[in-house]
């Protein structure tokens, strides 16, 4: 068998020896295969070495794939091989791309072998991104050659997006005041590309104060690519004094790769810790003030106890008493505002200044709503006078219309007018009361004891008195009025009493007759005197008299009696009277002998009645005499028969009617 000896390096070399067929009646022994190792004696080539074909490689971010290709230089002998691996840049495995990772193999004389690198397509802009490509483990004889790390990158295909907007998260913050620091907040809006920074700091303008509580800051926050808040802490200064809660303003300015947004100011808000010191109260300075009519304003002073702390205010108003608003002074409402610190203000009322005296006047002040925390103090009303620049007008004089009033006994009442005179200034008042005269209160009237009331301006009042209507006769009557006791400045005019007649309206009722109570009497002649008794017949009313006399009979005046004449009077309802015939008493017997009574001249509405005309018989008590009587012994000789007959038969007579007891009210002596 000839070799041929090439000059190409192929390493050792077999080749298969076979036996078969064999001939002549001779077996195959074993083995009846062998192999021909053919040594190389050419020097070994080189493999060469695996590298990128570029350092740098790029592919669309919707390419899909990129394709990596590997390179053999310097030798291509034998196979050889390669381990190949992604590892992240700023692409993201996962989200950008698909890690690879694994092994080329080059077959002997090949010079480039390629793998692929999926590409994630997003639709978030991102920009170029990039990942890291790295080739190690090289095999069979081969070499790294250089470069074994590439970068691919990734060419962002969406639109770039906003870079946004820096501002504060809140327009306002608050912090304890014991609370250390405040952690302000800085957001970025409206996009997230790229990295931002922007200015903060605290400025002046707020209640806060720098330095006594909080701590002044400024500096700068930085916003790399895709972040949207950064904070920074304003310190906090706790003191120990109540200021209530207190503000600090802040401020980003100067925005870098970014928009300044639209709260780029913000307030912080200390939370005060302390107890809140009181605010007091407001109230008047004195429930009570005055002013002269012609004082042109009143000053009204509003004050503020048990505690000053921070702002306050109330509302004021005033409101008519006795004097009206227009006419006496200017109505007022308005509010006070009391600065902290500060314990009283005040407000003013117009006074107007009139012609007319109204006495002192009045009107009413008060506060109301409170604000600021302040409370309402006592007094939270007060009075204002307005004291009377006018000199007092007269009250007047008070007094009955008229001295006389009448009224009819059936009329019910009567109306009495008082009135006032020579003034008619304020209120003024008197009282009144009636009194019997020949009216009796209870049976002819209703007594009245009351006080009568006059305002302002009144010139006149009335008051009544009840008539009581009876059925008897009494005639007209009255009754005595009286005023007393004026008051309010008035005096008493005249007249001050007067007179109500009652003026009867029942018929009048009959007087009566007046008559002897008998046509005879009898005496004894030592009875001393006779009493003679006048009856009043068919009325008993008023006062009425008549006129009574004696006369001779038989019996004589001066020997047998004592002559006598008078009048009797009755009074209103007496029925009867009497008169005394003095009897004198001889020592002659004369025999029962009579003497003549009269009545006349009635009075008073009164009349005569029978008998007007009596006898009054004196009964002898001296012992009988049979002494004859002559003719003319009556007449000491002198007289005819004819008188002395007449004297006899009319003592026969009446003595014959006293013994028959003959006593008849139509039998009469004429």
């Known amino acids: 068998m000839a070799l041929t000896d090439v000059v190409i390096y192929e390493g050792n070399e077999s080749l298969p020896l076979v036996l078969s067929n064999p001939t002549g009646g001779a077996g195959l022994g074993s083995p009846v295969s062998a192999s021909l190792t053919i040594t190389e004696d050419d020097p070994i080539p080189p493999s060469g070495s695996l590298q990128f074909s570029a350092a740098t490689y790029s592919v669309a971010e919707n390419g899909t794939t990129a394709t990596i290709t590997v390179t053999r230089v310097g030798g291509s002998f034998g196979i050889v091989g390669v381990d190949y691996a992604s590892s992240d840049g700023t692409a993201a495995a996962g989200s950008d791309y698909t890690a690879v990772s694994g092994t080329l193999s080059l077959a002997d004389g090949i010079l480039s072998e390629t793998f692929t690198v999926a590409i994630t397509d997003d639709v978030i ?39 946004g907007s820096l501002q504060f998260s809140a327009a306002t913050y608050s912090v304890a005041e014991n609370g250390v620091s405040a952690i302000i907040t800085v957001t970025r809006v409206g996009g997230t590309f790229g990295a931002v ?95 002269n009519e012609n004082g042109t304003t009143a000053t009204i002073v509003v004050t503020r106890v048990g505690g000053s702390f921070g702002t306050v205010g109330v509302d004021y108003a005033s409101a008519d008493g006795s004097a009206t608003a227009g006419s006496d002074y200017t109505a007022v409402n308005g509010s006070l505002s ?59 004089s008070l007094q009955f219309s008229a001295v006389n009033y009448n009224v009819a006994e059936n009329g019910i009442t009567a109306t009495i007018t008082v009135t006032r005179t020579g003034g008619s200034f304020g209120t003024v008042g008197v009282d009144y009361a009636s009194a019997d005269s020949s009216a009796t209160a209870g049976s002819d009237y209703t007594a009245v004891s009351a006080s009568l009331r006059f305002t302002d301006g009144v010139v006149s009042q009335t008051f009544s008195i009840d008539i009581i209507d009876d059925a008897d006769y009494e005639g007209d009557e009255s009754l005595n009025l009286s005023l007393n006791n004026p008051t309010g400045g008035a005096g008493l005019g005249s007249p001050a009493l007067a007179i109500i007649t009652i003026t009867e309206d029942d018929p009048v009722p009959s007087s ?35 006129d009574y006399a004696t006369s001779d009979g038989p019996a004589k005046a001066g020997s047998d009696y004592t ?41 008073g509405g009164a009349g005569l009645s029978k008998p007007n005309i009596a006898a009054l018989i004196v ?50 002596l004429y």
Do not use: C, H, W
């Not at 991104?129 to 080739?135: A, F, K």
């Not at 003679?532 to 009325?539: A, F, L, P, S, Y």
């Not at 004449?565 to 029962?592: C, M, P, R, W």
């Open 125 to 163: 802009y991102e920009g170029n991104e990039s990942l890291t490509l790295t080739l190690s483990n090289p095999t069979g004889g081969a070499g790294l050659g250089s470069p074994t790390t590439a970068s691919l990158t990734i060419n962002e295909n969406d639109p770039v997006p906003s870079v």
């Open 197 to 291: 920074s922007v200015d903060y700091s605290s400025i002046a303008g707020g209640s806060a104060a720098v330095g006594s509580d909080y701590v002044a800051v400024n500096g700068s926050l930085n916003f790399a690519d895709g972040v949207l808040s950064q904070t920074f802490s304003v310190g906090m200064i706790d003191d120990a004094v109540y200021e209530g809660d207190e503000t600090v303003n802040l401020l980003l300015s100067n925005v870098s790769g970014a928009n300044l947004g639209t709260q780029s100011s913000a307030v912080l808000t200390i939370s005060e810790n302390e107890e809140v010191p009181p605010s007091g109260s407001l109230q008047f300075s004195t429930p009570i003030y005055s002013e």
């Open 338 to 396: 009391f600065s902290a610190g500060i314990v009283s203000q005040t407000f003013s009322i117009d006074i107007i200044d009139d012609a007319d005296y109204e006495g002192d006047e009045t009107l009413s002040l008060s506060l109301s709503n409170p604000t600021g925390g302040a409370g309402l103090g006592s007094p939270a009303l007060a009075i204002l006078t307005i004291t009377e620049d006018d000199p007092v007008p007269p009250a007047g």
């Open 512 to 546: 009566g007759s007046l008559q002897f109570s008998a046509p005879t009497y009898t005496v004894a002649e030592n009875g001393l005197s006779a009493l003679i008794t006048v009856t009043r017949v068919g009325g008993s009313f008023g006062t009425v008299g008549v």
């Open 563 to 603: 002559a006598t004449n008078g009048s009797l009077s009755f009074a209103d309802g007496i029925l009867s009277q009497t008169f005394k015939v003095t009897i004198l008493d001889d020592i002659t017997y004369e025999g029962d002998e009579m003497l003549k009574l009269t009545l006349s001249a009635p009075t």
């Open 619 to 668: 009964l002898e008590n001296d012992p009988f005499s049979d002494t004859r009587i002559e003719p003319n012994d009556n007449n000491n000789g002198a007289g005819g028969s004819g008188s002395s007959s007449f004297d006899l038969i009319t003592l026969v007579l009446l003595i014959s009617l006293y013994r028959l007891n003959l006593r008849s009210k139509r039998y009469g």
